[in-house]
């Protein structure tokens, strides 16, 4: 091997060794354990989730029996609509670490407490607004899954 490509190599390990990133394989990375609480909230968010699905599904199989023809467009704004709130919500679809935030040089302590307290329950309003949104693309899903493929299963 020539010189300048050892001197290269030795670079790019160097670099590789001085990297503070210790990167994982997929699956091989540490598990966070969950305290008892934020696994209460997990169980709740899913019996919510659980429940708003079952209800939207029932309002919309029912309106679909009746032959309401606005249903679909009604479903699909609301379903708009609940993303973009939860979007605004949540500030993006990043979720910023709060522990990192630095406070700025002209806001005063408290001022940034107040600050943080409130992304912090702007994080978790988002949740439910998620959770809200979730059954309508999953209804409209199903329901054109069953048009496209009903016929198909009947014969």
């Known amino acids: 091997?020539?010189?300048?490509?050892?001197?290269?190599?030795?670079?790019k390990e160097q670099a590789e060794e001085a990297s503070v990133v210790k990167k994982y394989k997929y699956g091989e990375s540490p598990k966070k354990e969950h305290t008892a609480e934020e696994?209460?909230?997990?169980?709740k968010l899913m019996l919510y989730l659980i429940g708003?699905?079952?209800?939207?599904?029932?309002?919309?199989?029912t309106c679909v029996k009746l032959e309401f023809k606005y249903i679909l467009p009604v479903y699909e704004g609301?379903?708009?609509?609940?993303?973009?709130?939860?979007l605004v919500f949540n500030g993006g679809f990043k979720k910023p670490d709060l522990e990192k935030y630095e406070k700025p040089d002209d806001m005063g302590y408290d001022e940034f407490c107040k600050f943080i307290d409130k992304l912090k329950a702007r994080q978790k309003k988002s949740k439910y607004f998620l959770i809200l949104f979730i059954p309508f693309p999953l209804i409209m899903l199903i329901d054109y899954v069953i048009i496209v493929?009903?016929?198909?299963?009947?014969?």
């Open 39 to 43: 696994k209460r909230e997990y169980r």
């Open 78 to 86: 609301l379903g708009i609509i609940l993303f973009f709130v939860w």
């Open 149 to 155: 493929w009903g016929d198909n299963l009947a014969k």
């Open 52 to 61: 708003w699905v079952i209800i939207t599904a029932g309002i919309y199989m």
């Open 1 to 11: 091997m020539p010189k300048k490509y050892r001197r290269f190599k030795k670079k």
